[in-house]
Nanobody, 116 residues
Framework: QVQLVESGGGLVQPGGSLRLSCAASGRLFNIYAMGWYRQAPGEERELVAQTTRDDTTKYADSVKGRFTISREKGMSALYLQMNNLKPEDAAVYYC??????????WGQGTQVTVSS
């Protein structure tokens, strides 16, 4: 199993930036993909960005060109650089890993608020 702890959320004005971090521990050797999801009140949880062990990345259309996902080589940490934030980006952001064998683990979430 993999344990995940997010940090870096907070309040930012529209147009501002935040960097989320996720520290991973446990069965790191078995991680296939790491990603960020978000969930706004009343909405379903959605994929924001994901990167795999072979460095394939994908982004939600709504964040392309504004957000950048990156990770440590040993899968020990995941980051999300968020630029030009918009009010619609406000949500609880969750770190996620998918292991070989498809087992998934989640962090506890970190709140991102975008407001003037």
């Amino acid at each position: 199993q993999v344990q995940l702890v997010e940090s870096g959320g907070g309040l930012v004005q529209p147009g501002g930036s935040l960097r989320l971090s996720c520290a991973a521990s446990g069965r790191l050797f078995n991680i296939y993909a790491m990603g960020w999801y978000r969930q706004a009140p009343g909405e379903e949880r959605e994929l924001v960005a994901q990167t795999t062990r072979d460095d394939t990345t994908k982004y939600a259309d709504s964040v392309k060109g504004r957000f950048t996902i990156s990770r440590e080589k040993g899968m020990s940490a995941l980051y999300l650089q968020m630029n030009n934030l918009k009010p619609e980006d406000a949500a609880v952001y969750y770190c996620n890993v998918v292991e070989f064998g498809a087992h998934m683990s989640w962090g506890q979430g970190t709140q991102v608020t975008v407001s003037s």
